[in-house]
């Protein structure tokens, strides 16, 4: 009753979440709202192009990438060899187990008329798939806690799967165990499947349990001759044997009974195999119910983002189909941290620990904004402040296993935040400090002889400007100054200004300027300094503590969006034009 | 002659090309390239936080010389970026430290041993001009090259160490040995504008314009780069403004191209597709 019930509802919360999970594909927009397209567009058009894909010679490619790709996990085997073994056994003995035994009775018998879960090599074998699942989950839990960069992105949802499927895999080793020791199982199947009714007979044949298949009875009589062992195997062997292998082949759950026999009688008397059996089908059917709801959705959206991947060219593609396949990238991904281990900007999170940095959790940020996921503007500053730090170079795109394309993520990312509101931070520095710069205009010049302490307090460049003596050759050679006719209005501060702003301790005065936001960073200043002003690298350390005061200052950047400068929508960098 | 290989984060997706030609010159001239997953040089994050530069870069000096191998790099900006963490952490002992307990905690040590050599140094120091003019087999005489020596390579010389930061020579030479005739022009040692894209895209595009048009005045048939971010940002400005509108005449190119045409690396040439140069080069060769 409670196992069909259970088993039912389990399926239905299964059916309606991998519904509602494969929903979202067609109605979250990832990036910039003008490309959205309807739910029903989506679908005819990825309607279209299955079939197009399904009816063609790139049928072939998708059969590739299902057989290489998916089940035989190439991708992830060509990167790293520890998480292949890893992963392989854990799917390919679950997907074993599933049919062999969850499935028996649709699959097993069907395919093989003597099945019986008490024979070889079933009895073997379902250890042995357990084993590979078990093993599997240690390595995964042991990559997650020894790996740097994967450990700091770990969470419930890494952790939790792994454990459910350690508890499915204990309890049903736990149950054979105690199945074995069990003396009430002994006495039922006796009934049930033997013809032993001779009470003389039942007593040699528990003399032959208890020494060969390891049954602890509550009360046997002293040590058995041979004769009665010889006299019981008899009896064994026309009443059992033909149904049921010796337990030690199921080794683990065997082992497991050794382990629990000097406890045996009292899980016999309170029917722990009865819990175990509970908390082992529970466990399965939790683990269904939960599938579209935890990265066990992988098992369903992976294989087909691989597949998709195979046949189409984001490029050329239907813009339609091109922005369903973008929002499977949320449920494609395993949150197996591949790509962050490999990020190359890994080394700028370890220092600034804005999480966003690393892909995989960018890639999590960009599904809290696409489904609309409540994110402060200080997240939203994080993100794009995370994006912007992504250098671009597209390992992580290489490195995924089920091949999302990630950097053309990262690209619409930005793009979508910049049209938020939420700036680069250089862009949103330069911004701030304008605003600032403009607001303070009318107030008389303050020096802040405390600040400036501070803020050269790091022995950094030092006062490199005290040795600035007003030549303005700086100025001179600054190929942005020479763009401008009049660069005040377009920098603020010319860059001799700028270092004598410092030397009069007008801190906030040279915080603010544009210059140093608008500086190439040739060095032509710092090269052809008379006087050796490390002027390049002041401007650096400015801008470095401007950022920092301005996170610590300002309001959320969305409050003054429109401060009056204009930012650019043109990509950064690195974008193909 | 061995090496580490520093890509730079720029070529695998925007400028490949850079990649191909410049292991199969360097392939010529037997330097043996061993590829270490190296990461960001620090660029990106230098504007918001020094320590974070400072660290990234300081983690690739440190996988070369865990790999007991000097570092050869593609990249201006990246060169400097590397020279600048290498300065800073022998000037700094604060900063020193900081690096030295943050990669210790990843089982990795900081020395200051490993020379970082950019690709230009390498084959003018380590070859020589007089070994790349044996080799060259197709002399692209007649062509006329605007060499582009990119700033960070150059400038602070007291950190880079490149060359003369005023009067530098070391490109042309190179340009000679593959047959060419280098053009005296201003924009040699100025910016490309590229390090305020994605910031002021104005200003940087009236850099690149600004060179361009000067190379075009010297009567250039190219403008030679030799750094990832020249490149792309000369084909950035390419893309966005000269398409259609009376496209001028010098296209960029890169060295590692420009010397594999004149080794005859016909096989490669199919790459140059699409990339502006191509048929000069091709066609005066």
């Known amino acids: 009753m409670l196992f069909s019930v259970s088993l039912y509802a389990s399926l239905a919360i299964f059916l309606l979440g991998a519904i509602y999970r494969i929903w979202t594909w067609f109605t979250r927009n990832v990036g910039p709202p003008k490309e959205g397209f309807s739910a029903g567009r989506r679908l005819a058009a990825a309607f279209r192009g299955t079939l197009r894909a399904v009816f063609s010679r790139n049928l072939v490619r998708i059969l590739k990438s299902f057989l290489l790709e998916a089940l035989l996990q190439v991708r992830t085997l060509r990167r790293d060899r520890f998480r292949w073994v890893m992963h392989m056994l854990i799917w390919v003995g679950f997907i074993l187990l599933l049919l062999m035994h969850a499935l028996a009775s649709l699959v097993t018998k069907e395919i093989f008329s003597g099945y019986e879960s008490t024979l070889n090599p079933y009895l073997f074998l379902r250890n042995l798939f357990g084993a590979m699942v078990l093993a599997g989950a240690v390595l995964a839990w042991y990559r997650r806690a020894t790996r740097k960069t994967v450990r700091s992105t770990t969470r419930f949802i890494d952790h939790g799967p792994l454990i459910l499927l350690a508890v499915i895999m204990v309890s049903g080793f736990l149950l054979e165990g105690t199945k074995i020791i069990s003396y009430p199982i002994f006495n039922q199947m006796v009934e049930d499947y033997s013809g032993v009714e001779d009470p003389e007979e039942l007593e040699a044949l528990k003399v032959y349990w208890a020494e060969n298949y390891g049954v602890v009875f509550p009360r046997l009589e002293a040590k058995p001759d041979q004769e009665t062992l010889a006299a019981s195997r008899e009896i064994h062997e026309w009443n059992c044997a033909g149904c049921h292998d010796r337990p030690q082949w199921a080794f683990l759950s065997y082992a497991g009974a050794k382990i629990m026999k000097p406890a045996a009688l009292f899980l016999s008397e309170i029917r722990a195999d009865v819990w175990l059996y509970y908390i082992h089908f529970l466990a399965c059917f939790i683990g269904l119910a939960w599938l579209p709801f935890s990265k066990f959705f992988h098992i369903i959206s992976s294989p087909l983002n691989l597949m998709v991947r195979s046949v189409l060219d984001p490029v050329r593609a239907e813009p339609a189909n091109a922005a369903t396949w973008r929002a499977m990238a949320f449920d494609a991904c395993t949150h197996c941290g591949a790509c962050s281990e490999h990020c190359s900007v890994e080394a700028v999170f370890t220092a600034l620990r804005n999480r966003t940095i690393l892909p995989s959790e960018k890639l999590t940020a960009l599904k809290r904004l696409a489904s609309n996921q409540g994110l402060s503007s200080q997240d939203l500053r994080n993100v794009q402040e995370g994006a912007f730090i992504c250098s671009l170079c597209r390992r992580c795109t290489d490195v995924c296993p089920v091949g999302i394309d ?66 303005s050759t700086c100025t001179n050679v600054c190929p942005v100054t020479a763009t401008w006719d009049e660069p005040a209005r377009n920098l603020d501060l010319a860059p001799h200004q700028i270092m004598q702003a410092l030397n009069l301790g007008l801190v ?30 002041i401007f650096f350390e400015l801008k470095n503590a401007a950022y920092d005061r301005w996170k610590k200052v300002e309001g959320p950047a969305a409050d003054r969006s429109g401060v009056g400068v204009e930012f650019q929508t043109l990509p950064r960098v690195g974008v193909k034009s | 002659m061995k090496f580490a290989l520093f890509l730079g984060c720029q070529i695998p997706a925007a400028c490949p090309s850079y990649e191909t030609w410049s292991r199969r010159v360097l392939g010529a001239f037997n330097v043996d390239l061993v590829d270490i997953e190296f990461g960001c040089c620090g660029q990106t994050v230098r504007s918001l936080n ?74 003018s120091e380590d070859i020589g001009p007089e070994t790349i003019r044996e080799k060259v087999v197709k002399p692209l005489n007649g062509l006329r090259v605007a060499v582009h020596y990119g700033c960070h390579a150059l400038r602070p010389s007291r950190v880079t160490g490149f060359g003369d930061p005023l009067a530098p020579t070391v490109f042309e030479t190179l340009i000679q040995a593959a047959g060419a005739e280098p053009v005296d022009w201003p924009g040699r040692l100025q910016c490309c504008g590229n390090p305020l894209w994605g910031q002021n895209n104005e200003l940087s595009l009236s850099f690149t314009r600004r060179l361009a048009s000067q190379a075009d005045q010297a009567g250039a048939d190219l403008i030679c780069n030799a750094c990832t971010r020249c490149q792309v940002q000369f084909s950035t400005w390419q893309g966005q403004e000269a398409e259609g509108s009376g496209r001028p005449k010098a296209r960029n190119v890169l060295y590692s191209e420009l010397l594999g045409v004149s080794l005859g690396f016909s096989d490669l040439e199919s790459e140059l597709v699409g990339l502006p140069g191509k048929e000069t080069a091709a066609s005066e060769s």
């Open chain 2, 50 to 123: 020094f320590e974070a530069f400072v660290l990234a870069a300081a983690k690739n000096l440190a996988l070369a010389e865990q790999a007991g191998l000097d570092i050869l790099i593609l990249c201006k900006c990246g060169f400097g970026n590397l020279k600048h963490a290498q300065f800073f952490l022998q000037e700094r002992p604060a900063l020193r430290d900081y690096v030295d307990k943050t990669l210790g905690a990843e089982g990795l040590v900081y020395r200051g041993e490993a020379r970082v050599k950019h690709i230009l140094s390498v084959l």
């Open chain 1, 508 to 537: 906030d005065l040279a915080l603010s300027a544009r210059m140093l936001w608008d500086c190439t960073t040739c060095y032509l200043c710092q090269e052809h300094c008379p006087t050796g002003v490390p002027v390049t690298e």
């Open chain 1, 406 to 471: 990630l950097q053309s993520l990262w690209e619409i990312i930005e793009e979508d935040l910049r049209a938020k509101g939420f700036p680069e931070p250089q862009v949103w520095a330069r911004e701030v400090g304008a605003s600032r710069a403009a607001s303070a205009a009318a107030e008389p010049l303050q020096p802040d002889h405390q600040a400036m302490a501070a803020l050269f307090s790091g022995g950094l460049s030092a006062d490199g400007f005290s040795e600035c003596f007003k030549c």
